[in-house]
């Protein structure tokens, strides 16, 4: 049960092609994957910014949210007045 030459080279031919084929195959799956990695670091960038963002708004709007100290002229004299705005209403002045 010899094979001939022939035969074998062919047979190393086909193995080589299957081989360079299953390269080419995974380059193609190792560059989807970066691909897809360098999506979801975008998207991460993105969402985090995002957050940061939310994050100075909230600090700025609890700035705004507490009391303030207004100086009100009121027949030729200064007079200071407490003011707060609660978060589900207009500001409410407490002097009149």
């Not at 035969?7 to 360079?20: A, C, N, R, V, Y």
């Not at 560059?31 to 897809?36: F, R, S």
């Not at 705004?64 to 007045?81: A, K, L, V, Y």
């Amino acid at each position: 049960m010899s094979v001939s030459n022939d035969e074998l080279m062919k047979k190393l031919e086909e193995f080589m092609i299957q081989q360079t084929q299953n390269t080419n195959e995974l380059k193609t799956s190792t560059n989807d994957l970066k691909a897809a990695v360098e999506t979801l670091q975008s998207k991460k960038a993105a969402i985090e910014d995002g957050l940061q963002a939310q994050s100075q708004n909230k600090t700025y709007k609890q700035g705004e949210d507490q009391d303030s100290e207004d100086i009100c002229f009121e027949g030729g004299e200064i007079r200071g007045s407490t003011r707060t705005r609660s978060r589900k209403g207009p500001r409410v002045d407490f002097w009149h």
